[in-house]
């Protein structure tokens, strides 16, 4: 869950056959750029198939102070 907005993500486990996504899921499957190659080695494949993913660069910046602030607000 997103500390900040509460969206809730879930985060699928490796499977094989490309069926990643939750069974109440819907849309694409996203990947985040650097994690393609080492996923098409795990399940076998060279590419990925676009019309299941969309490959997304996923924000590397943690800020620990603003989530130890709001961890930490008194209600």
């Known amino acids: 869950m997103d500390i900040e907005n509460r969206?809730?993500?879930?985060?699928?486990?490796l499977k094989k056959k490309v069926?990643?996504?939750h069974w109440a899921g819907r849309g694409k499957i996203m990947?985040?750029?650097?994690?393609?190659?080492?996923?098409l080695a795990l399940?076998?494949?060279?590419e990925l198939p676009l019309n299941l993913f969309e490959v997304i660069d996923i924000e590397d910046?943690?800020?620990v102070e603003r989530v130890n602030e709001l961890l930490n607000e008194k209600e």
């Open 43 to 46: 399940i076998g494949e060279k």
């Open 61 to 63: 910046r943690f800020p």
């Open 31 to 39: 990947i985040d750029h650097r994690a393609v190659n080492e996923y």
């Open 7 to 13: 969206d809730e993500y879930w985060i699928s486990g």
């Open 19 to 21: 069926s990643n996504r």
